[in-house]
């Protein structure tokens, strides 16, 4: 577990550890969470890595910050005990967000994902397949302010 320094100049890694990665991006005003392909294990390591990365936001702003949760590597969890305790921490950690994007790789993660949002009670997010869409929703893009050429 640790606090990164840049990795790019508008790119911040700001913590890493076997199952979570957390980067800002500062010229697209949004910060993504990705998931590893490691399962948890444990509620404990659930809460755990995302109480660091909590520590990790402390000196931003993030109500005025998107939110992208990167679960496309993220293994489909079989255990209801385990999934409820990732989904609440989750939840409780993406509150303080103004936007929460989540971006999935599978049909099968779409529906799990779409299902779980309905037990979410403060930070549910807008899912997506699609990385651009994803990050044009946690950036703040609004996609009716397009238009054609």
């Known amino acids: 577990m640790s606090r990164l320094a840049h990795a790019e100049p508008h790119m911040l890694f700001l913590y890493r550890d076997a199952y979570l990665s957390l980067r800002h991006h500062r010229d697209e005003a949004h ?3 990705t998931r590893s392909e490691l399962q948890f294990g444990s509620v404990h390591r659930v809460a755990s890595s995302l ?3 909590s520590k990790a936001l402390r000196d931003l702003e993030v109500s005025r910050l998107g939110l ?3 679960w496309r590597l993220a293994p489909l969890t079989t255990d209801p005990v385990l999934l409820k305790h990732v989904v609440q921490h989750t939840d409780t ?4 967000f103004a936007r929460r994007a989540l971006l999935v790789a599978t049909p ?3 529906l799990q994902s779409e299902r779980l949002g309905r037990t979410i009670h403060h930070a549910r997010p807008v899912v997506f397949s699609d990385e651009a869409e994803a990050v044009a929703y946690a950036r703040g893009d609004d996609p ?3 238009t054609e050429v």
């Open 31 to 33: 910060v993504r969470l």
């Open 51 to 53: 109480r660091e990365c």
């Open 68 to 70: 992208l949760l990167d």
């Open 93 to 96: 950690f993406a509150a303080a």
């Open 108 to 110: 099968i993660g779409l």
């Open 144 to 146: 009716s302010d397009e």
